[in-house]
């Protein structure tokens, strides 16, 4: 037991020395590359000169961006895999995170076409409604539909509609605007203010704490809803919580960055693997770090793979991560709850 | 004395009845057999008891309390349950599943005392799964997963123990090591145990009681030997006299060697 903890301490914290080191790369990496003593000299003295303006205005509200909704998206996957007993679930397969983001540009070109802007916790609103509306879909089908692997298909299509229904949209608006919503709807995290990060360091605080702190009926939960009854679980309101934790965990996400591909469905089957446990007072933080690590390397990669060119991080975590689903769909034998 | 359950007039079913009035008592200490046909609504009066589903009507008492009183927390302190239903628990040893029996005694994160631990290794021994706990529990074998099960039912420490077909599908062996664990919990630790079974040759090695039900209704209850007679049975399974008669008859000799092996446990 003792040595299992110590494993899993272990673990977290090379992951976390990982996700530091990693964070001051991404400070100086770029399409102005800057050196480590300069990254120090501006987030010491920010107004100071021109690096040090990119250093803080744009590098780190993104980075800190990468890392809070990285997590969160992982974290999201992972309530989302608790809830349908299945580790093939996830925001964006489920088409969750295409529902948050069709909503989120419905609000947004009607609000553009009355001259307004809309705020950030608007955004987040928006999303959190779409994401709810796809969710109950979702769970709609799911029971009609017993097989995972086909209800993963039927989230594709939701998620293929929504993009569509978005793009149409989109099409029509007409505004100056309109290069960043298309920017943004096909996921990336360029032009995050400071703003969208304070919003969503909250949001995703708040909702993280939640979801360790329910650690306990959740890992019930993972023996099955009769088991956890016998325990003395609430099953309605926990599954009621699982439900909005992974919609506004996503929502966040998606309000800010997008629809990010598989990072929800991917990290946790990773940090599985690693740690070889599913408990989830050790998978929820878990999740968290592996989240932020995979999408701030990803983010990485998509600013300055072909700087000053940049592509959807959605291109570069589906690169990265799509082997690891279709691994997962292979490998998996149906096994069904109840 | 409170008898720690007292079914009055339990009517149990999904959107129709499926057992009607059923009345029965268990007392502490006391192991009842459920016997009667496939689909006679056995599992449903056990998933009534545990709240699985809704009663339609009547009154469950747990501990001379009435259930709908008790809170899910304390309703888990007093009973706990081995289903029919598997697990597929992912990456979890099977000491992991037995020690989710502490659950209701855990703090608010779970987090297992010296205590708790120790109360799950007493329960790992106790079933004889000693050697197979620190394996990955989707891995062993079913009837090793049974007696997981069961110890983690024992691991809630409860006064009632609730039992659907806890032998089914088990090899001979696996089927009497359970059935004495069983036995011992009743005597030693003074559980009521209920619970469901299909292998009548058993049934009077370890019952004190038998309740046996058919054709939506609790046909009779008394004593093994009151109850397993060619005449009930041949009722009871809707059989010829002559054929149940010839079952019973070899029954009795079955269960006496049965009884013989269990008491060597």
Redesign the interface.
């Known amino acids: 037991?003792e040595n299992k903890s110590r494993k899993y301490i272990t673990i977290m914290a090379v992951m976390f020395i990982l996700l530091v080191g990693l964070f001051f790369l991404c400070l100086g990496w770029g399409s102005a590359d800057i050196t480590l003593k300069e990254i120090f000299g501006s987030l010491l003295n920010p107004g100071d000169v021109h690096m040090g303006r990119i250093v803080v205005s744009i590098r780190l509200p993104r980075i800190t961006a990468a890392i809070l909704l990285g997590g969160a998206l992982s974290v999201s996957g992972f309530l989302l895999q608790i809830f349908f007993?299945n580790?093939i679930a996830g925001p964006y397969v489920l088409g969750i995170s295409s529902g948050a983001k069709l909503i989120v540009a419905i609000v947004m070109v009607f609000m553009l076409s009355q001259g307004k802007y809309i705020s950030a916790l608007g955004m987040v609103a928006a999303a959190f409604i779409g994401s709810l509306i796809a969710m109950g879909i979702v769970m709609l089908l799911s029971n009609k539909v017993k097989n995972m692997s086909l209800l993963v298909v039927c989230g594709v299509m939701i998620g293929y509609l929504c993009s569509a229904i978005t793009e149409f949209i989109i099409a029509f608006a007409d505004d100056t605007n309109i290069v960043n919503l298309h920017n943004w709807s096909l996921g990336s995290f360029s032009g995050i203010s400071w703003e969208d990060v304070a919003i969503s360091a909250i949001i995703v605080i708040v909702a993280f704490v939640f979801s360790f702190?329910l650690?306990?009926p959740i890992?019930?939960y993972?023996?099955?809803e009769?088991?956890a009854?016998?325990?003395?679980?609430?099953i309605k309101h926990l599954r009621i919580l699982l439900i909005l934790l992974s919609s506004i965990l996503s929502a966040t996400v998606t309000a800010f960055a997008g629809p990010i591909s598989f990072v929800g469905i991917a990290v946790p089957h990773i940090l599985?693997t690693i740690l070889?446990?599913?408990?989830p007072?050790v998978m929820i933080p878990g999740c968290f770090l592996g989240g932020a690590i995979i999408t701030l390397l990803c983010d990485g990669i998509a600013r300055s793979a072909f700087s000053p060119r940049e592509i959807s991080i959605s291109a570069v975590t589906a690169i990265g991560l799509s082997p690891i689903v279709i691994y997962l769909l292979i490998k998996r034998k149906e096994?069904s709850?109840? | 004395m409170v008898s720690s359950i007292d079914l009055e007039s339990l009517v149990v079913g999904y959107k129709s009845p499926v057992i009607e009035n059923v009345n029965l008592t268990v007392n502490s200490g006391e192991i009842v057999a459920l016997i009667g046909p496939n689909g006679a609504g056995k599992s449903t009066v056990l998933k009534t008891i545990t709240r699985q589903i809704q009663k339609m009507d009547g009154k469950i008492v747990i501990m001379g309390q009435d259930e709908d009183g008790i809170s899910e927390d304390n309703l888990a302190k007093k009973l706990s349950m081995v289903t029919t239903e598997r697990i597929h628990p992912e990456l979890m040893s099977c000491f992991e599943v037995v020690s989710t029996g502490r659950y209701p005694y855990t703090g608010r994160l779970g987090i297992l005392s010296k205590e708790d631990i120790k109360i799950v290794k007493k329960a790992i021994e106790m079933v004889g799964a000693k050697d197979v706990a620190n394996k990955d529990f989707s891995k062993v074998s079913d009837g090793q997963r049974q007696r997981v099960m069961l110890a983690r039912a024992i691991c809630q420490e409860p006064e009632i123990l609730i039992l659907d077909e806890p032998t089914s599908f088990l090899d001979i062996q696996f089927k009497i090591d359970i059935l004495s664990v069983i036995k011992n919990l009743a005597k030693e630790k003074n559980i009521a145990v209920l619970m469901s079974i299909h292998e009548l040759e058993f049934v009077p090695a370890v019952a004190d009681k038998v309740v046996a039900v058919s054709d939506g209704k609790v046909f009779k209850i008394g004593t093994p030997d009151e109850i397993l007679t060619g005449e009930n049975l041949a009722s009871l399974y809707h059989m010829s006299l002559d054929e149940s008669n010839v079952l019973a008859t070899g029954l009795i000799d079955y269960s006496n060697s049965l009884k013989r092996v269990l008491c060597q446990k």
């Open positions: 037991m007993g580790p702190v650690s306990k890992g019930a993972q023996l099955g009769s088991y009854r016998n325990m003395g679980v609430n599985r070889k446990t599913s408990k007072i096994v709850h109840g």
